[in-house]
């Protein structure tokens, strides 16, 4: 079985019309022996550690087969978080990471005690390969799913969630000595969003998320023996 956790990335592929149920996992899933299926856990607007929350439920149900892959499609480590931590905070960027490394020490914790590993995809939030160094249980499988869309890509961990400017209004009502580093980091948000914009092909238009092709693109790095299926 294929199993793939995460937010919106993880649910399909998207269209104008909505979301379909077919992304890089279940068109994959369909042409191995037509015997292996696949398990979505994705949910709309997930954090890190709800995707994490999910992973653990489902494997406390299904007994892991050494014929299975597990993927975590990552997004934004800042969405979702209690605005009022801001005040602890010494810089915007070391706090994102130490969420970010939260998450991925205990995705590896949860992998180790059910004896899998864990395959890591950026998404809203691209990778550094090293992220994984010392957690055994995780493999960096793809550490920006939108850099092999394009080189342009400007890889980021953070990307205009929902809460992006109000987080920027807290900083400036309350913590102004992170507001230049809230504006230079606005910049390469604004440049991811650019990039979804400016590449129809791969996102659903004026959306961020990941269209049919966008999907393919993905599914023929992880599974380039079956380029000529889908």
């Not at 149900?61 to 499609?73: E, H, K, L, V």
């Not at 934004?76 to 991925?104: G, Q, S, V």
């Not at 059910?114 to 691209?126: A, E, P, Q, S, V």
Request: hydrophobic residues 35%; contains cysteine; glycine residues 6%.
């Amino acid at each position: 079985m294929i199993v793939i956790a995460g937010d919106s990335w993880g649910i399909g592929s998207w269209t104008d019309g909505g979301v379909t149920g077919a992304n890089f996992v279940t068109i994959a899933s369909l042409h191995h022996d037509n015997e292996l299926g696949s398990a979505n856990l994705s949910r709309c607007n997930s954090t890190l550690s709800q995707a994490l929350d999910t992973y653990e439920k489902f494997l406390n149900r299904y007994t892991p087969d050494y014929t299975d892959t597990f993927y975590w499609i990552l997004t934004n480590p800042l969405r979702n978080i209690d605005i009022t931590n801001i005040k602890t905070w010494t810089t915007i960027k070391e706090a994102a990471n130490n969420i970010l490394n939260d998450n991925l020490q205990r995705a590896d914790r949860l992998a180790g005690n059910f004896k899998i590993k864990i395959n890591l995809i950026g998404g809203l939030c691209d990778l550094d390969p090293s992220v994984v160094s010392g957690l055994d249980n995780l493999v960096c499988a793809v550490p920006s799913w939108c850099s092999l869309l394009s080189e342009k890509h400007v890889e980021s961990i953070f990307n205009q969630d929902h809460n992006w400017e109000e987080i920027g209004i807290f900083i400036k009502e309350h913590r102004s000595d992170l507001l230049d580093e809230w504006l230079v980091l606005s910049d390469f948000v604004l440049s991811k969003n650019n990039f979804y914009i400016q590449h129809p092909t791969y996102f659903k238009q004026r959306d961020t998320h990941p269209s049919v092709k966008g999907n393919r693109v993905l599914k023929n790095y992880l599974y380039p023996e079956w380029i000529e299926v889908f």
